[in-house]
């Protein structure tokens, strides 16, 4: 099957920086926009860098000029580069994508989440 696998979080102190990375795995045929969100604790999952159907790429307020997403197509993998951090900004963070995957004669695409990274932001 396919999968995406985020690697990169930890604990940092404010004023930091991490980078996340989200890794597509398996049998892809192709990978659409890849996206971050994240979740608080208490707190609903939020977009965090989204794609729209343009490919402009979609900054949520509270993070616009402290992160930034890359991809690397060669590898099926996007990053995500956190700048400045704050404590607001723990969260574990996901990425999301759909990915297209041959199985047998067949061609599928599935919307695909990953396992999360928790990044911790210390005061």
């Known amino acids: 099957q396919v999968q995406l696998v985020e690697s990169g979080g930890g604990l940092v102190q404010a004023g930091g920086s991490l980078k996340l990375s989200c890794a597509a795995s398996?049998?892809?045929?192709?990978?659409?926009?890849m996206d971050w969100y994240r979740q608080a604790p208490g707190r609903q999952r939020e977009p965090v860098a989204t794609t729209t159907s343009g490919g402009t790429i979609n900054y949520v307020d509270s993070v616009k000029g402290r992160f930034t997403i890359s991809r690397d197509n060669a590898k099926n993998t996007v990053y995500l580069q956190m700048n400045f951090l704050k404590p607001e900004d723990t969260a574990v963070y996901y990425c999301?994508?759909?990915?297209?995957?041959?199985?047998?004669?067949?061609?599928?695409?599935?919307?695909?989440w990953g396992q999360g990274t928790l990044v911790t932001v210390s005061s």
């Open positions: 999301n994508a759909d990915l297209t995957y041959r199985d047998s004669d067949q061609i599928h695409t599935l919307n695909t």
């Open positions: 398996g049998n892809i045929f192709s990978v659409g926009p």
